[in-house]
């Protein structure tokens, strides 16, 4: 099974960490979040792994080579002017051969343990061309519930929305790449359209998921990882 991974993104919202790297190789509790992502789609039976790269692609081809170490078979698809993700998604689908049925992409900031299994499922029965996996919206603010005659009754720290939202994880039949733009945005161009038509498919899941965009969120993820590390210790 293939895995596209976007990692082109510079992070500037993550500097200094950034500055000599790009975004995915930003290290939280000593791995970088593109080790967690690799690991992770090899426990879903991903073999071959495309790496689309731009920004210091150097430290990552570097990092990993050919992914003999990690037993995956890697491709890196550098960029040598940015494409935007839906352009480096449309040049990396064409590494990936025309006999495979689907193929997983994923932005390179993201950590999950979701299993992909179910929405692959899901993709093949609804006959998609895209399927995009959806996680509940969660408020980044604590919650005031009142009541009518304006008496404060309950607070609720960081409550779940109900909303879902993109969570950067996608099920794509190969043929999408004749859909997707040479440089722009597939979520502004492509998705929007498969929409309208139809053909885009939405898997709601709510197990492990965080987007590591910022400095605040590597602390929070490193956090509950260190958390998470203690609980195991204190559980034997």
Do not use: C
Not at 119 to 139: C, Y
Not at 160 to 178: Q, T
């Amino acid at each position: 099974m293939y895995a596209i991974v976007l990692a082109g993104g510079k992070g500037e919202r993550l500097r200094p960490f950034t500055e000599d790297r790009p975004k995915a190789m930003v290290e939280i509790v000593g791995i970088p979040i593109l080790s967690y992502q690799l690991q992770w789609l090899q426990a879903q039976g991903v073999t071959d792994l495309v790496i689309a790269s731009g920004y210091r692609h150097e430290v990552i081809e570097s990092y990993f080579g050919n992914g003999e170490r990690m037993g995956l078979r890697i491709i890196h698809a550098v960029e040598d002017t940015p494409l935007g993700r839906g352009g480096a998604l449309r040049a990396a689908l064409a590494h990936v051969p025309a006999n495979e049925d689907v193929v997983i992409a994923t932005n390179g900031d993201v950590i999950t343990n979701i299993p992909l299994a179910p929405m692959l499922k899901a993709h093949r029965a609804g006959d998609f061309l895209a399927t995009i996996m959806l996680q509940p919206l969660v408020s980044p603010y604590g919650i005031v519930e009142i009541d009518e005659e304006d008496r404060v009754k309950h607070f609720r720290e960081k409550p779940e929305l109900p909303y879902w939202i993109n969570a950067g994880v996608y099920a794509l039949s190969p043929v999408v790449r004749e859909l997707l733009p040479e440089r722009g945005d597939h979520e502004t161009t492509t998705f929007p359209r498969l929409a309208r038509e139809g053909r885009l498919g939405g898997f709601r899941t709510q197990g492990y998921w965080r987007g590591v965009d910022t400095i605040k969120d590597v602390n929070e993820v490193a956090a509950e990882f260190q958390g998470r590390l203690l609980s195991l210790f204190r559980e034997r």
